[in-house]
C-alpha cells in the first residue's frame, strides 16, 4: 500500500522523484551590456579566461538573444520567463521612471523558494516590486568589484544546508559610466573602470587594451574614437572575468561546483547607440554559457535559438519545478503562492506557472537542434521619456522590425547620446556613416525593417520595400501578429488605428 501511495504522489508531482532528490543548487551570472566579447565566441583580442574554461565545460548558444536592450525591462524578463509587455514592466524601474511589473506575477525566485530553495540575490537588482522578485537574502558588495561580491557570497555557497541555493549574481560591469559628452573618452570611468590615481577593486588586476588592438563589430563606425572607448569596455568585461574565477573558485572550495547548474548571460548588448535600446543584433545577441553538472557532454556549442523568455523555464526544469509535459509550474509550488497585495495593479491576462519560454535543459548537449529557429522581440521604453515600441520576429535568415511608433525620432538614452562615438559621428552631419547606416538613418526608421542576416549581418540593407521580399514581409507580419495575439501585447491595436 504504501508503495502505490508513493507511486500516485510522484505522478501527481506531490513529490520530488529521485532525480529530481539529487542536490541541484543554481547560480545565475548576468551581466550588464554584454555582447558576445569573449575568447570563446571568437575574439582574439580580449582575455576571458574563465568565460572560455565554462564553455569548453559546457554548452556555448551561438544564437542566443535577449528580449529588450534595455536594464530593467529585459532583467524581467530573465525573472520572469514573460515578455515585458506582458508581466507589465515596460522599462526602468529606478527614479522617476517607475516601470514595474504587475503584483500577481510570479518571479523565479519566489516559485524557487516555495520549492525548498535559499535564494539570494548580489548586485544589480533593477526589478519591482520585490514581492514579485522577492529573495530570501540580499548579499551586500559593490556591483563593480566581482572578487568582492564573489567573496561575500562564500557564506550563502559554505552554509551546511540540506537545502540547495539559488545565486543570482549580477555585476555593472560594463555598463557604460558617468561623464559629459566628448570627443574622445578621456574619462578613466567611462566604463567603470578606476581611475589612475585610485586603488582600484580588491583582487583585480586590470587588463589594459590598446585601442589599435580592438575588434569593431559592423553595426559601429571604425573610428579612433570608438576604438577607445571598445578598449574600454574589455577592460571591463576582463575584471568581470576575474569575478566569475572567483566565484567559480569558491563553489570548487565548498564541494558545490559539481551540484550546481551555472548559467552566464548578459542583459543585452554592448552599450553603444546601435545596441543597446534598439533590436538590432548589436542589442539582441547576447553571450549564453551553460554549464549543467549532470551531463556528460562537454564543450557542445549549441546552434538552438533561445531567449531570455526561456531562462526562469529551463532552471525551474533543473531544480524540478517544472512539469516537463506542459511546460507549466508543478501545482502543489502553485499551491504555495502567497495571493499579491489588495489594491495592487494586477493583470488578468497572465496566469501563474505558465511563460512565454520553455526549459532548453534538452538541446543542452546538441549541437544541431530542431524546433529552435525563431525568437521574439518586445521594446517600448527604456528611460521613460524614450517611448519608441518595437516589436520583431526572427529566423535563422530573416528579421522582420515593425517600428511602431516610426514618424517619431529614434529617442537616445541618455548615457547613450553623450556616448563620445556618437557624437563625433553625430556632428559630421546626417550624411555621416554609423556602421552600415548614417546617422539619419539611424535616427529616422521606415514602419517596417526586413533583413537578410545572412547576406546582411550588420543590417544596412532595408528589404521592406524590395517586390521580390514582398510575400515575406507579408508572412512575417503574420507571424508577428500571432505573436502578439499569443502573449497579449496591448500594442497589438496599433495594428487597426493610426
Same mark, same amino acid.
Given at each position: 500500500m504504501r508503495i502505490r501511495l508513493i507511486l500516485a504522489a510522484v505522478l501527481l508531482g506531490l513529490v520530488a522523484s529521485p532525480v529530481d532528490a539529487a542536490p541541484r543548487n543554481v547560480v545565475l551570472f548576468v551581466t550588464d551590456d554584454q555582447s558576445q566579447d569573449m575568447g570563446c565566441y571568437g575574439n582574439s583580442v580580449i582575455q576571458t579566461p574563465n568565460m572560455d574554461a565554462i564553455a569548453r565545460d559546457g554548452t556555448r548558444f551561438t544564437h542566443a538573444f535577449c528580449t529588450t536592450a534595455s536594464c530593467s525591462a529585459s532583467r524581467s524578463v530573465i525573472l520572469s520567463g514573460l515578455h515585458n509587455h506582458a508581466n507589465g514592466q515596460y522599462g526602468h524601474e529606478h527614479s522617476y521612471h517607475k516601470f514595474n511589473a504587475y503584483s500577481n506575477i510570479v518571479g523565479l525566485p519566489v516559485y524557487l523558494s516555495k520549492a525548498g530553495y535559499r535564494t539570494a540575490s548580489c548586485g544589480k537588482y533593477h526589478v519591482a516590486p520585490e514581492s514579485v522578485y522577492a529573495f530570501d537574502e540580499f548579499i551586500p558588495g559593490n556591483s563593480r568589484s566581482p572578487v568582492e561580491m564573489a567573496d561575500n557570497c562564500k557564506s $550563502?555557497?559554505?552554509?551546511? %544546508?540540506? /537545502?540547495?541555493?539559488? $545565486?543570482?549574481?549580477c555585476t555593472s560591469d560594463p555598463h557604460r559610466g558617468g561623464g559629459e559628452a566628448t570627443e574622445l573618452?578621456?574619462?578613466? !570611468?567611462?566604463? @567603470? !573602470?578606476? %581611475?589612475?590615481? %585610485?586603488?582600484?577593486?580588491? @583582487?583585480?588586476?586590470?587588463?589594459?587594451?590598446d585601442p589599435d588592438d580592438v575588434l569593431v563589430p559592423g553595426f559601429l563606425p571604425d573610428t579612433p574614437t570608438c576604438r577607445a572607448e571598445i578598449a574600454q569596455y574589455y577592460q571591463s568585461i576582463s575584471r568581470i572575468d576575474q569575478g566569475l574565477g572567483r566565484l567559480i573558485e569558491i563553489l570548487n572550495e565548498a564541494g558545490e561546483w559539481d551540484d550546481t547548474l551555472f548559467i552566464y548571460i548578459s542583459d543585452h548588448g554592448i552599450a553603444m547607440p546601435g545596441a543597446k535600446t534598439t533590436v538590432y543584433e548589436g542589442g539582441m545577441r547576447s553571450p549564453c554559457l551553460v554549464r549543467n553538472p549532470h551531463h556528460e557532454k562537454r564543450g557542445v556549442v549549441s546552434d538552438a535559438m533561445v531567449s531570455w523568455i526561456d531562462i526562469t523555464p529551463t532552471i525551474l526544469d533543473f531544480a524540478g519545478v517544472l512539469n516537463q509535459q506542459t511546460g507549466t509550474v508543478k501545482r502543489p509550488i502553485l499551491a504555495k503562492l502567497d495571493p499579491p497585495a489588495r489594491g495592487?495593479? /494586477?493583470? !488578468? /491576462?497572465?496566469? /501563474? @506557472?505558465t511563460f512565454h519560454g520553455r526549459s532548453f535543459l534538452p538541446t543542452l548537449e546538441q549541437e544541431q537542434t530542431a524546433g529552435w529557429d525563431t525568437v521574439y522581440a518586445s521594446h517600448t521604453f527604456h528611460e521613460i521619456q524614450m517611448y519608441y515600441p518595437m516589436r520583431v520576429v526572427r529566423s535563422r535568415q530573416y528579421k522582420l522590425i515593425w517600428n511602431i511608433a516610426h514618424p517619431l525620432s529614434f529617442p537616445f538614452a541618455s548615457d547613450l547620446w553623450a556616448a563620445p562615438t556618437w557624437q563625433a559621428q553625430y556632428k559630421l552631419g546626417p550624411d555621416a556613416p554609423y556602421g552600415a547606416k548614417t546617422v539619419d538613418t539611424y535616427m529616422h526608421r521606415p514602419k517596417f525593417e526586413l533583413y537578410d542576416l545572412k547576406a546582411d549581418p550588420d543590417e544596412g540593407q532595408n528589404l521592406a520595400d524590395d517586390p521580390n521580399h514582398k510575400q515575406l514581409l507579408a508572412e512575417m507580419i503574420e507571424e508577428l501578429k500571432a505573436f502578439q495575439a499569443r502573449t497579449h501585447d496591448p500594442w497589438a491595436i496599433k495594428w487597426e488605428y493610426e
Open positions: $550563502l555557497i559554505e552554509a551546511d %544546508s540540506d /537545502q540547495p541555493f539559488f $545565486l543570482y549574481f573618452p578621456h574619462e578613466p !570611468n567611462r566604463f @567603470g !573602470n578606476p %581611475s589612475p590615481d %585610485s586603488t582600484g577593486y580588491p @583582487g583585480i588586476e586590470e587588463v589594459i587594451y495592487t495593479q /494586477q493583470t !488578468n /491576462q497572465t496566469k /501563474q @506557472g
